[in-house]
C-alpha cells in the first residue's frame, strides 16, 4: 500500500506580491526551495494563516537571498501582501518506507522570509 505524506513544509512566510497577470503559480526565493527539497514545477499545497484558504499550484524559482513568496494568476486574489503562508509538499510512498521518511522543515526569518 502507498500513502500521501509531507514532503516538505516552509512555515510561516510571509507573502511578498500578488500578481494576478502572471501566467500562475507560486514564486518562492530559490534558497527556500533548495532548503526544503521543492523542485520547479512541484505541487505546492498553500495554507493562508490569515483567512484560512487552502489552494495549490506549483513552484518555481525566485532570485536567491530575496525573501520573495509571489503567488500569481489566480491565486493572487487568495492572498495578500503580509499574509502568513505554510507551503506544503507531499510524496507518495510505502507504508514502511513512509515511517523512516523525514521530510525537510524550513523555519525562515519571520521578518525576511530568509533562511535562519
Known sequence: ?????????IHRVKVTGADLNYIGSITIDEDLMD??????????????????????TYAIPGPRKSGEITLNGAAARRVAPGDILILIT??????????AFKPALVFPDEATNLLR
Open 1 to 9: 500500500m502507498q500513502i500521501h505524506v509531507v514532503k516538505s513544509k
Open 90 to 99: 507531499y510524496a507518495i510512498m510505502d507504508i514502511e518506507e513512509a515511517k
Open 35 to 56: 532548503a526544503a527539497n521543492i523542485i520547479e514545477g512541484e505541487k505546492v499545497q498553500i495554507v493562508n494563516n490569515n483567512n484560512g484558504e487552502r489552494l495549490e
